[in-house]
């Protein structure tokens, strides 16, 4: 374990998400943002084990950056969404993320964040799944929420803290997984590593419905 982290400089961030910095900003932790290659992804192969995918991209990136920054701690995440065993990335266009979310209409379907805290000495990778149910919508519906480009940059082709909340009915387990960050779950890892932080009185959604 290592203690008493609270140095802005040693405590990396391996991401250039928005969703990501705002939610561990949050916690008041002092971190410094150092994006991964963005073309690291596509080094994997989208099928298989779609948990232990999520852990090795995470892995893959938080170990691309502690190349860089050896004194460090890094932390990664990265998130993908399954339905039906299939793995549905970003959309490629507007059409691909109408037909996505086609498919996820009415239906169930799983989010998981692999995400790994890394030391040149230590390293920690879990994962986290939520389900999310998805109310029954028609082609109208989803036309309207592509275009508040949303989408595009977004795996399933929707983003739950904006106007897609509003195509979820049911979330089981961690609504910040959904976002692709579960933040809990990684102020739990990242205690482990000496960064601790006190999270009772902030307001982190859990398991709800819409």
């Known amino acids: 374990m290592i203690n008493n982290i609270h140095d802005k400089s040693s405590f990396v961030l391996a991401s250039s998400s928005p969703r990501r910095i705002s939610l561990l900003s949050q916690t008041k932790i002092e971190f410094k943002v150092v994006p991964p290659d963005s073309s690291l992804e596509e080094r994997f192969c989208k099928t298989g084990n779609s948990n232990e995918l999520a852990m090795q991209i995470a892995k893959a990136k938080a170990s691309s950056i502690l190349e860089k920054f050896p004194e460090s701690i890094v ?51 879990e994962n986290v799944v ?8 028609n082609s109208v519906e989803i036309n309207e929420y592509i275009l508040e480009n949303e989408s595009l940059d977004k795996a ?25 960050f579960p933040i809990k779950e990684i102020l739990k890892v990242l205690k482990e590593f000496g960064i601790s932080q006190n999270v009772d009185n902030m307001e982190f959604p859990n398991a709800s419905s819409r």
């Open 75 to 125: 932390l990664a995440a990265d998130t993908i969404v399954v339905k039906d065993e299939e793995i549905l990335g970003k959309p490629k266009d507007l059409e691909d993320a109408f037909n996505m979310i086609k498919s996820l209409s009415g239906e169930r379907h799983h989010v998981i964040t692999g995400f790994a805290v890394m030391t040149s000495k230590y390293q920690k990778i």
């Open 156 to 180: 399933g082709g929707y983003a739950i803290q904006g106007k897609g909340y509003f195509l979820v009915d049911k979330i089981n387990g961690s609504y910040t997984n959904v976002i692709g």
């Open 130 to 137: 939520t389900e999310v149910e998805f109310r029954k919508l």
